[in-house]
């Protein structure tokens, strides 16, 4: 029996959304996008708070291939990139694809028909011949167990679950967490409330944004000389590209650059706060690059302004008007806002069940052995799915250059299948261990390895210790290797894929 699909994905964000693109350039445009969400863009659908804004420049976070002349600002605010996804997804016709409300249970391999059966909450069930999961890195929001949080009498808001309009004037407000979401949220909220606490566990790295806005002229000249969009594009990206290789990546090798950013971001807060303690407090003990750096001009000065205080105590309870600090102190607060991000590893590899050949479970197998994916993209013993938000597949700073290098891979991967007039693929096991040893291998001169990241508590380190989400090398050889990888890494055709099992 055929499926009714050529393809599903899950996740309507840039992921699936770029997989959708390289389907239909693959011919297989019988594809479905089922998003639980009740519309497109993934986390730029879901995040809304104030100060959202990207914190990679928007000539570099988008596709290269859809470049946008009309953004507004270097960094472009939360909404652009809400509606630059949907532009794209216009205009590459994804949206009659997607299913919207629609919440994925698991996916199972049906070894006899050779596709993919999907469940979806409520009963339904899908087939198709490939699956693909886009179902992000950062998108299982995180609500610590706070003793007491269910006592507490005031609004209680987790970033990802912002109300348009909920206002925060003259309240009493308490924000929990310091990432990267907080530090765009603290200076607007500190704007309209009467009190604001900051509860800080971990300080984060924290460098100036080179942010200003585009004007019109420069605007008009990227839509009618793209040329110059793109050379801007060139020169960020490398930026980006020489911060990730030589102070993250290859540490070991140029510790004198990573320790060059740190100053930065030191100079940075001694410029921006006048107490010395409040500096020290917002001081990391841990090494640059260990967690992702964030980047603001606004977040550190908020914490001059005497109705702003930042609590480094540990959070004991929560009453029902209040904090309650490890020190015995309340907190008297009628707003918490918790900025508490993201379950990555223990609810998001993978985001939903998936059952590949001989009843392996993923979720089950990852853990047993070690987070593993060949190419950051495909798995032994899970024929025909591409899991596009893997192990060791974020390359680069922009999320965009690691969607790219994967439609590269599927152009390769399904181009060579059908050459062989096969509908089928999997991985050789072979091929995965060697990929594993070699991002093993290249890590240990990384910052996560060589540095000290003992204190970061960072979401780039899984549950065992290992810096598991990123990929250890340049983009520019990502995307190299994903149109060069050995095509013998794969077997392919029913028969083929049971034979190197
Ligand atoms: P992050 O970066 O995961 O930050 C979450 C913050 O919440 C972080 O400061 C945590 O402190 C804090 N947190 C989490 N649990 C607790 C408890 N139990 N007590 C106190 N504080 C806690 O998420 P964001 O949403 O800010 O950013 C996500 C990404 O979005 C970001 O990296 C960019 O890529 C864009 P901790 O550091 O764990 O001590």
Request: aromatic share 12%; net charge neutral; glycine share 8%.
């Amino acid at each position: 029996m055929a499926p009714q699909f050529d393809a599903i994905v899950v996740g309507a964000g840039f992921g699936g959304m770029g997989a959708g693109i390289e389907l239909d350039r693959l011919g297989l445009s019988n594809y479905v996008i089922l998003e639980r969400e009740a519309d497109l863009g993934g986390t730029w659908h879901v995040n809304h708070y104030p100060g959202l804004a990207v914190d990679i420049a928007s000539v570099t976070y988008s596709y290269s291939f859809e470049p946008n002349p009309y953004w507004t600002r270097l960094f472009a605010p939360g909404k652009e990139l809400k509606r630059y996804a949907e532009h794209v997804a216009g205009r590459y016709g994804l949206r009659r694809r997607m299913r919207f409300s629609t919440v994925v249970d698991g996916a199972r391999w049906d070894e006899e028909r050779q596709q993919w059966t999907v469940s979806i909450e409520g009963g339904e069930t899908l087939t198709g011949r490939y699956l693909l999961t886009a179902t992000g890195f950062l998108s299982q929001p995180y609500t610590p167990p706070f003793p007491g949080i269910d006592t507490f009498g005031g609004k209680i808001i987790h970033t990802t679950a912002w109300e348009d309009d909920f206002d925060l004037t003259g309240r009493k407000a308490a924000i929990i967490g310091t990432g990267a979401t907080a530090v765009q949220l603290v200076p607007e909220a500190a704007k309209k409330v009467a009190e604001l606490t900051v509860f800080q566990r971990t300080p984060i790295w924290v460098v100036p944004k080179v942010d200003t806005a585009i004007p019109a002229p420069v605007q008009r000249l990227f839509a009618e000389v793209p040329a110059t969009q793109k050379a801007a594009r060139v020169v960020n990206t490398a930026m980006l590209e020489a911060l990730m290789v030589v102070g993250v990546l290859h540490y070991k090798q140029a510790k004198p650059l990573n320790k060059a950013a740190a100053l930065l971001a030191k100079a940075h807060l001694f410029a921006q706060v006048r107490d010395k303690r409040t500096r020290e407090r917002l001081t990391p003990k841990y090494d640059f690059g260990c967690k992702r750096p964030t980047f603001s001009n606004h977040y550190f000065k908020v914490f001059n302004q005497p109705h702003v205080h930042l609590e480094t105590n540990s959070i004991e309870r929560i009453e029902v008007d209040g904090i309650v600090t490890a020190d015995g102190r309340k907190t008297e607060i009628d707003t918490l806002i918790l900025a508490t991000g993201f379950d990555l590893w223990d609810v998001n590899f993978p985001a939903i069940e998936i059952i590949g050949r001989d009843g392996v479970n993923l979720g089950k197998w990852w853990r047993d052995n070690r987070f593993q994916a060949y190419e950051g993209i495909t798995v032994p013993k899970f024929p025909n799915f591409l899991s596009l938000n893997s192990p060791y597949s974020y390359s680069g700073l922009s999320y965009f250059t690691t969607i790219e290098g994967q439609m590269k891979h599927m152009a390769r991967l399904f181009g060579e299948m059908f050459r062989r007039g096969e509908h089928t693929f999997e991985v050789t096991q072979q091929a995965n261990e060697r990929f594993l040893d070699q991002v093993t291998d290249k890590l240990g001169d990384s910052v996560f390895y060589g540095g000290d990241c003992a204190g970061a508590r960072s979401y780039y380190f899984n549950q065992h210790g290992e810096a598991a989400l990123l990929r250890p090398n340049s983009t520019v050889s990502t995307h190299k290797q994903a149109v060069s990888f050995p095509l013998d890494d794969y077997s392919f055709g029913a028969a083929g894929v049971k034979a190197s099992a």
